[in-house]
């Protein structure tokens, strides 16, 4: 089964933007009928679905979120991308990404620890 | 806001074991919307199952989901060394889709 991979600094200060990038192998990012999904867990507690964007551009985000989020989507590169600006120590998480289908996320990233802190 | 709860929070078991876990959900969920996750310390959600009771690609038999409305259940039949891990359930009925916290299975 194809893997996809987060990409991104591990260490974010607060107030700052948290930018990561989700890399998709094979042809599925460009040709396929996809949702791709960023999701989040923080430390020792359950996950949140942050946002989606398809193929197009198009996006719809976690309404506790969308005031902060922007995502996009590089078709030739096979990625796609999250920005999360004016972050605070309550978005210290493990980060993953995850294709999403008929709202089903499968398969996932590994994930990608992301500590905001000065 | 779809809340989504498990209980029991942590199941003590032995290997062979049958496991039941539940997921209840605030409101109630249309089109059997629901999937199970495991997930092992250190990796990321591998799916289990989806709209309630179809099983993933590769997921073995002993893994079996049922219910319907706002009482959802994952039946482990007899638990393998492997099984032991965190499960969560996702609502994906209503937006934004939401996870529970999850039952943690545990070597009794």
Redesign the interface.
Known sequence: QEQLQESGPGLVRPSETLSLTCTVPGDSLRGGDYYWSWLRQPPGKGLEWIGYIFNSGATFFNPSLKRRLTMSIDTAKSQFSLRLKSVTAADTAVYYCARDTAAIFDPWGPGLLVTVSS | ETVVTHSPVTLSLSPGERATLSCMTSQTIRSN?I?WYQQRPG???R?LI?HTSTR?TGIPDRFSGSGAGTDFTLTISRLEPEDFAVY?C?Q?GS????????TKVEVK
């Open positions: 919307s999937a990796q990321a959600p799916l989806y993933a969560f996702l994906y937006s934004p889709r939401t996870f529970g916290q999850g």
